[in-house]
């Protein structure tokens, strides 16, 4: 059959949850076995998130091909189980990249580049590229923003041009926000039908809409709604606000989502979706056997979605436990030698996570000191392992100013070093390491223990690595290297052998743990802390 496409765009507030909507639609097209992937266009200008400060835009989501990407590809893997790749997040930055290097080119044969057709038609290609690879029947495209946003007019006006392009195959379902006013005790549809309104201007007519709400909206309510929108009633889904994001599939089924839009695409399938795994796992996640606290050491705890795969590996490395984990996001610059056991004294594993610069490493470093010497559960990642490294370089081998060239370009003992192959790298974005690498785990280790094989691939996102001038003298005093590059021999993890759970990987693992495939590493400690 021809693939088709969903546009889904938002209304009357950002963050309402596109990408969740968008994902669990997904998952329920996936469980009827149907082929399907999901793609991110964000408006803003930058050509990747990979530059942006993670207080503003949360995680930096990393593909295995090496695609600095928006967070939400993160729940598109996670809620599908597939890898998604460069082409599955495209910016405003990128789109216009493209376009002036064409002009440069000369392609465009001397005529004036515009909006329109120049900058849409590239949109217009981008979102037509995973289709056209014959490998999905179904692509869902999520347009960041809000309709409205001047930013976001490209993106619609494409939508619009595809709509009329690809006529029965190609639908546009619309997010928006109902709100609750306490006072009069009504919810309120006004915010609604402006968000239509300003996307009918656009020229795109919504064929669903998903309504976000605290409250159950009644037949009436929907039926206005509908009438208002020019939208068939049984096209108005609600998606009442659930007690994790992964209850949301179940919840828009039960709506009726999935088979309005087999319907409307034209799209024959009788049989309900296959979603037991699924609901086994909100069993378990909803009837944990026991608590766990576990702490998360970081300096971007105030905003949670800079962490959030690790959030969401928590989760299910929880699940496959038969335990919730109670993690404490604690701010890494609030730590100190004085009261780092006053933080931590009730923890029953400690977490150190990754990030840049010299903002709360001390803080870092004095929670990994804490763990190894109170024999706590350890699993630092990224920056978390190079913090593991300078702690027992400092306080093992006795090497008191022994640090990260990142953050002391005068140490001594540059126990973590720049990279080789970033020694003369100038520009910032997508200059990092980046992607899927591979990994040989030494035999006899608590990594092969774990991940129950010599050759692994992880995803990476980093500059500096540990050096290995030090590696023999710190083997021999007991903290040993699990984990190495076969081509480079960049050491990959670390491990402690007679602490009761100690270990450290400069990959990322958080960017492959899935629903229904929680990663190997998570899992391993979250059972040894559930084991205290």
């Known amino acids: 059959m021809n693939t088709r496409y969903i546009f889904v765009t938002g209304g009357v507030a950002s963050s309402l949850g596109k990408g969740i909507v968008a994902a669990s639609l997904a998952k329920l097209l996936q469980a009827r076995g149907i082929s399907v992937t999901i793609q991110k266009f964000d408006p803003y200008i930058n050509i990747d998130p990979d530059t942006l400060n993670p ?33 599955n997040n495209v910016t405003t930055g990128r789109i216009y990249q493209s376009v002036i290097d064409k002009e440069r080119r000369g392609d465009y044969l001397g005529k004036t580049v515009q909006v329109i057709p120049h900058i849409t038609d590239e949109i217009k290609r981008r979102m037509k590229l995973l289709g056209n690879s014959k490998k999905y029947d179904v692509v869902i495209t999520e347009i960041g923003g809000t309709v409205g946003d ?26 928006t926000y109902v709100p609750y006013l306490a006072a009069s005790h ?88 296959d979603m037991k795994e699924w609901i086994s796992f909100l069993d378990r996640y909803k009837n944990p056997k026991k608590v766990v606290k576990v702490a998360l050491v970081g300096k971007y705890v105030e905003i949670p979605d800079a962490y959030k795969s690790i959030l969401e590996s928590f989760v299910h490395a929880g699940v496959a436990n038969d335990c919730k984990v109670d993690l404490r996001l604690i701010q890494s610059e609030n730590l100190t030698a004085e009261n780092v056991a006053e933080y931590l004294a009730d923890m029953k594993g400690i977490m150190v996570a990754p990030g840049f610069g010299n903002r709360g490493i001390d803080g870092k470093i004095e929670a990994v000191r804490y763990a190894r010497e109170n024999n706590i559960p350890f699993f630092g990642i990224c920056l978390g392992m190079q913090c593991a490294v300078i702690e027992f370089a400092r306080n093992v081998l006795g090497y008191a100013d022994a640090n990260s060239t990142e953050m002391d370009s005068r140490s001594e003992h540059k126990v973590v070093d720049l990279m080789e192959d970033q020694k003369n790298i100038s520009g910032m974005g997508g200059t990092m390491r980046l992607g899927a690498y591979p990994c040989e785990i030494k035999k006899g280790s608590l990594a092969e223990q774990v991940y129950g094989a010599n050759a692994i691939s992880e995803r990476h996102r980093h500059r500096y690595e540990f050096n290995n001038d030090y590696l023999a003298e710190f083997e021999k005093n007991g903290m040993v290297a699990s984990g190495f590059n076969p081509d480079t021999r960049l050491v990959e993890m670390v491990e402690i052998p007679s602490h009761r759970f100690f270990i450290a990987s400069q990959f990322h693992p958080e960017l492959q743990s899935t629903v229904l495939k929680p990663h190997p590493l998570f899992v391993a400690f979250v059972k040894a802390v559930a084991e205290l």
Do not use: M
């Not at 108005?236 to 992964?246: E, K, L, M, N």
């Not at 949301?248 to 039960?254: N, R």
């Open 186 to 273: 009504e919810l309120k549809t006004k915010p609604t039908q402006h968000s239509v309104k300003s996307l009918l201007q656009s020229g795109v007519q919504p064929d669903i809409l998903v309504l976000r709400t605290e409250h159950n909206l009644s037949e009436d309510l929907r039926g206005k709604v509908g009438l208002f929108c020019n939208v068939a009633k049984n096209a108005v889904i609600q998606c009442v606000d659930a007690s994790t994001i992964y209850e949301v599939p179940l919840l828009l089924h039960k709506e009726g989502l999935d088979a309005v839009v087999l319907r409307k695409l034209g799209i024959p399938n009788d049989w309900e979706p």
């Open 150 to 175: 001047i930013e976001s007019f490209p993106y619609i006006e494409s939508v619009r041009q595809l709509k009329w392009e690809l006529g029965d195959d190609c639908l546009c379902i619309h997010l």
């Open 55 to 87: 207080y503003e835009h949360g995680e930096c989501y990393v593909t295995s091909d090496g695609a600095v990407s928006d967070l939400d590809l993160g729940h598109y893997e996670r809620f599908l189980g597939i890898e998604t790749s460069q082409a």
